[in-house]
């Protein structure tokens, strides 16, 4: 998640650099075909056009509002996690006098909210950035095993490597994680460590996060219906194709020398344009490890720094701290 107030001039370039090399020959390949060619018959009416981009505009605003309202669902349940492992850390202080096995359990819980994290981040090819498509096509044999290899060394740190060989062929490892901590809790139950009502209340919270979990895999693999996407591209890519026809029409009200304002001014407005286009399309998955998605790895570290902290440890991980302005 981007944080700084301002993005300065070389993120901006790097973000819309194609759209605008893209829309700059456009715009100049038209302009001078019409002015030293003397094509005029290629100006076409701007009200026509203007009528598209005016449609555009709404869809656009449309599906980057359903875009927005995803990235804040994630935000929401991730902020769900957080509530409920502290409710859980508390309940577990309180209920249970081993410290010992309070630390086996909240470990146990460390290590589930990570595991989710890591799930969550595995790319899905629709909901992967254009942009970024072809470089993460490329390294998908690579993300398997560095997903693996990151559950096995959680697992190693929390001290859990058998729970680890019992689980770690099993398609969603979250879900097992946390099935484990219900086979625990009802263990506490049968040896009498908690009573039936405080074993009601702990099996509550750790449905909650079955909860917050389906929530998160929920947006995971269900993409914003993709003739929102689609033809959000196709409408924007139209009205930039018509828009040096229609202006250059306009232009050539000003004179011989105002026709070749139809090159900036068709850069200027075709940016608008593919910028909010680029800024829905960048927010519609909120798990894509990209600049504006959810910070789950630093709410997990978060969540972590607090659990301990009610434990009563003293070795504390470092919080993460945002990298250019972006929190992971």
């Known amino acids: 998640m981007y944080i700084g107030k301002k993005m300065g001039i070389r993120a901006m370039w790097v973000f819309a650099r194609k759209n605008l090399i893209k829309t700059l020959i456009l715009s100049t390949a038209v302009t001078c075909v019409y002015q030293l060619l003397h094509w005029k018959f290629i ?103 560095e997903f693996d290899d990151a559950i096995e060394a959680l697992f190693d740190h929390m001290d859990k490597k058998e729970l680890f060989e019992q689980i770690k062929h099993k398609g969603n490892i979250a879900n097992l994680a946390l099935k484990s901590q219900f086979v625990t809790v009802l263990k506490l139950k049968r040896d009498g460590i908690i009573d039936e009502y405080e074993h009601s209340d702990l099996t509550r919270l750790l449905g909650e996060l079955y909860d917050l979990q389906g929530g998160c895999e929920r947006i995971k693999t269900t993409p914003l219906f993709r003739q929102y996407s689609l033809f959000s591209r196709i409408f924007v890519n139209l009205f930039i194709l018509l828009l040096p026809f229609g202006l250059i029409n ?79």
């Not at 957080?82 to 909240?106: G, Q, Y």
């Not at 680029?278 to 798990?287: L, V």
């Open 43 to 145: 100006a076409v009416p701007f009200l026509p056009v203007a009528t598209i981009g005016t449609a555009v505009a709404f869809y656009i605003g449309f599906k980057n509002n359903q875009a927005y309202d995803r990235l804040w669902e994630a935000r929401q349940l991730w902020g769900g996690f957080t509530n409920v492992s502290r409710t859980l850390t508390a309940s577990i202080i309180s209920l249970i006098d081993d410290k010992e096995v309070r630390k086996a359990i909240m470990f146990k819980h460390i290590a589930y909210i990570n595991i989710v994290r890591l799930q969550l981040r595995k790319t899905i090819p629709w909901a992967t950035n254009r942009e970024d498509y072809h470089r993460q096509v490329i390294s998908a044999s690579d993300e398997v095993k």
């Open 250 to 328: 306009e232009m050539s009200k000003f004179g011989e020398y105002g026709i070749w304002l139809t090159i900036p001014f068709t850069t200027l407005i075709s940016w608008v344009f593919m910028t909010m286009e680029q800024i829905g399309e960048a927010s519609e998955n909120p798990f894509d490890n990209g600049l504006n998605d959810t910070p789950i790895s630093t709410i997990c570290r978060n969540i972590e720094i607090d659990i301990l902290e009610m434990l009563g440890e003293t070795n504390l991980p470092e919080k993460l701290e945002p990298y250019n302005n972006v929190m992971l």
